[in-house]
Every structure is written in C-alpha cells, then in structure tokens.
C-alpha cells in the first residue's frame, strides 16, 4: 500500500526567503506525485504533479518540486516566499502501477513572516 | 471548483441518525472520490469510483456507503453517525483529461453530537 510522510507540521519562513515542505514517500509501483494547497475555509487546489520525465517539476505561484528516486522524496520549494503562500500544504501519491486511490500526507503549516 | 457541487455546506446530527452527503458534477468525469480531513490526520480516503456502477473502499471505509448510479452523483451515505465521524467531508473528482489532477468540493462540515 502506498503512503506519504510530511515530517513537519509547520514551516516558518521569512519574507522573500527560499522555502521548503518536505515529503517522503512509499509506493510498490511508480510513483505519481502530488502538492496541493488549502487555504482557509476552502477545498484544495492542486500546485503541482511529477508522473514521468525530468525530475524537476515546475507548478502554479512560482513553486516547483524535486523528484528524487534514491531518497523516496518530493520536496515543495520556493525561490522567494510571500505572505500570500501562508497555507496548508499536502503532499499525495498515487501507485501508477496500482489502484486508482490518492493518499494525501498530514499536511504541514507554512507560515511566511512579514 | 470545477463543477463540483457538495450539499449540505454544514449539518449537526445526533449520534444514530443517518445522512447522506451529496456530491454532483458537470465535468462528465468519471473518477470520482471521498476524504475526510481531521486536524493532525490529513485527508483520508474513504471510498471512491471510477465510474457509473463501480466503487471501491478506501483507508477509512467503516461507517460509510456510497453507490454511483449516474456519471453525475456520488452521494456517502452515514447509517448510523458516531461523533468520530465529526469531520470535514470533501470530494474529488478527476477526468481522463485532466491528467491526474484531482478538483475539490468546497466541502461539508459535519458535527456528531
């Protein structure tokens, strides 16, 4: 069965400083990889997907994500975070190889300081 | 959110009533699904659908039915709610050309006194 890790129930970070939310996870198959974004009283919208290709996947507000096989991760980064990025953030899964079932992380907090 | 429409926005029942949570789409899209999203426990997979007639179970199925008559409509019924089913309900759905992503209901806020 397939499952993510969020190690982190909340971020701090400064203004205009570079951001990460980390997430492991575990698959049997091929990973398809997921980051969504909650903000208050509101559903989640999707940020970004890795399926296939280059690890490096770029999404939505300037976040982009590293696939990285060797270390089971697929970390969210920002160059330079707002206020605005203030949110709830998950990472999901799906086996590529398996069932059509997304299993989303804990979720972790970020909070960007003005 | 993508054509995905949850009623009721907010419900209290007492512990044994029953409900169901309505879900309705206008994508046409066949995948479609049930979380739950507890504080500290994330989204959690209740049952979900990949089309009309076809549903499965998900992480936490006990406690829930769903059936998928039609394309459009996914209703979770709860027979008998317990107050560990307070929560926030939300569905998702997906189409074959959306490419994996999953859209949101807004969700429905559920309260089990």
């Known amino acids: 069965a397939q499952s993510v890790a969020q190690p982190e129930d909340q971020v701090n970070v400064a203004e205009g400083n570079p951001l990460t939310v980390k997430c492991t996870y575990s698959v049997s198959g091929n990973p398809y990889l997921f980051w969504y974004v909650q903000y208050p009283n509101r559903g989640l919208q999707f940020l970004l997907k890795y399926i296939t290709g280059d690890n490096l996947v770029k999404g939505s507000y300037g976040f982009e994500a590293e696939f990285n096989k060797s270390q089971t991760s697929f970390h969210l980064k920002k160059p330079s975070a707002l206020v605005s990025d203030s949110a709830l953030y998950f990472c999901?899964?799906?086996?590529?190889?398996?069932?059509?079932?997304?299993?989303f992380g804990t979720g972790t907090r970020l909070k960007v300081l003005a | 959110n993508a054509g995905v429409t949850q009623t009721p926005k907010f419900q209290v029942l007492k512990t044994g009533q029953s409900m169901t949570l309505q879900c309705a789409q206008d994508m046409n899209h066949e995948y479609m699904s049930w979380y739950r999203q507890d504080p500290g426990m994330g989204l959690r997979l209740i049952h979900y659908?990949?089309?009309?007639?076809?549903?499965d179970q998900g992480e936490v199925p006990n406690g829930y039915n769903v059936s998928r008559s039609t394309t459009e409509d996914f209703p979770l019924r709860l027979l008998s709610a317990a107050p560990s089913q307070t929560s926030v309900y939300f569905c998702?759905?997906?189409?074959?050309?959306?490419?994996?992503?999953?859209?949101f209901g807004s969700g429905t806020q559920l309260s089990v006194l």
């Open positions: 659908s990949v089309g009309a007639g076809i549903t």
């Open positions: 999901a899964v799906r086996d590529g190889a398996g069932t059509y079932k997304y299993i």
């Open positions: 998702a759905i997906r189409g074959t050309t959306t490419n994996e992503k999953l859209f």
